[in-house]
C-alpha cells in the first residue's frame, strides 16, 4: 500500500505559471525523489533530496524538504505544455525500494 | 540497450492462465526492481534483486507471483493462475546498485490484462 500522499490530485495551470506540488509521508526517511511520468510511459527520475537537506534546485525544479512536518514540495517555474505528466513523490527508509505518492496529474494549457 | 527494456509492452489473458513478464535492465546495473501500477495510482512495490537473489520480496501479494535473475541481468516475473484483480502495469527498474540514494530507472512497462 501506499503510504506517501500528494496534493492536489489534479492541477491545470497557463503556460509561463509556475506549477507546485506537494507531498506528505510518514515514516522516518533516508531520502526524498521526485518523478515524472507521462502517459504509457515509465517515470523518469528528475531530482533527489537527501533526508539533512532543505532545498535543491535543478534547472527550472526547485525542491524543498520538512522532515519535521514529514512534507516536501515541488515547484515547477515557468512551466510548458510539455510539462504536461504525472509527478510523484517517493521516498526510502531504512528499505532500498520506493514508497510512492499517489501522484498530482499537472496539465499545462498553451 | 540504453534503457530498461520491459517485454511485451501488452499482455492479455484469461483468467487462470499463466504469464511471465520480462525485463532486460541497463547494462552494469547490479539492483532490479519490480512494482506494480494500477490505474491512477502510484507504484506499489513487488521485490528486488541485488545481483542474482532476491533481496527483498515483502511485496509480492501472495504465492501466485515469483521473480527470477538467474545470472544477475536480465529477469523474469512469473504469475500463476492470474486472476482479474492482478490487471495492472508492472514496471521494473534498475540502478547502479542497491543504494537508497541511487536514482531508479524505469521501463515502460508490460499493460498487463486478465479477462
Known amino acids: 500500500s501506499q503510504q506517501g500522499e500528494e496534493d492536489p490530485q489534479a492541477l491545470s495551470i497557463q503556460e509561463g505559471e509556475n506549477a507546485t506540488m506537494n507531498c506528505s509521508y510518514k515514516?522516518?526517511?533516508?531520502?526524498l525523489q521526485w518523478y515524472r511520468q507521462n502517459s504509457g510511459r515509465g517515470l523518469v527520475h528528475l531530482i533527489l533530496i537527501r533526508s539533512n537537506e532543505r532545498e535543491k534546485h535543478s534547472g527550472r525544479l526547485r525542491v524543498t524538504l520538512d522532515t519535521s512536518k514529514k512534507s516536501s514540495s515541488l515547484l515547477i517555474t515557468a512551466s510548458r505544455a510539455a510539462d504536461t505528466a504525472s509527478y510523484f513523490c517517493a521516498y526510502s527508509g531504512s528499505a532500498r525500494q520506493l514508497t510512492f505518492g499517489s501522484g498530482t496529474q499537472l496539465t499545462v494549457l498553451p | 540497450g540504453a534503457g530498461v527494456s520491459q517485454t511485451p509492452s501488452n499482455k492479455v489473458t484469461e483468467k487462470g492462465k499463466y504469464v511471465e513478464l520480462r525485463c532486460d535492465p541497463i547494462s552494469g546495473h547490479t539492483a532490479l526492481y519490480w512494482y506494480r501500477q494500477s490505474l491512477g495510482q502510484g507504484p506499489e512495490f513487488l521485490i528486488y534483486f541485488q545481483g542474482t537473489g532476491a533481496a527483498d520480496d515483502s511485496g509480492l501479494p501472495n504465492d501466485r507471483f515469483f521473480a527470477v535473475r538467474p545470472e544477475g541481468s536480465v529477469s523474469t516475473l512469473k504469475i500463476q493462475r492470474t486472476e482479474r484483480g492482478d490487471s495492472a502495469v508492472y514496471l521494473c527498474a534498475s540502478s547502479l546498485k542497491a543504494d537508497s540514494n541511487q536514482p531508479q530507472h524505469f521501463g515502460d512497462g508490460t499493460r498487463l490484462s486478465i479477462l
Open positions: 515514516t522516518s526517511i533516508n531520502n
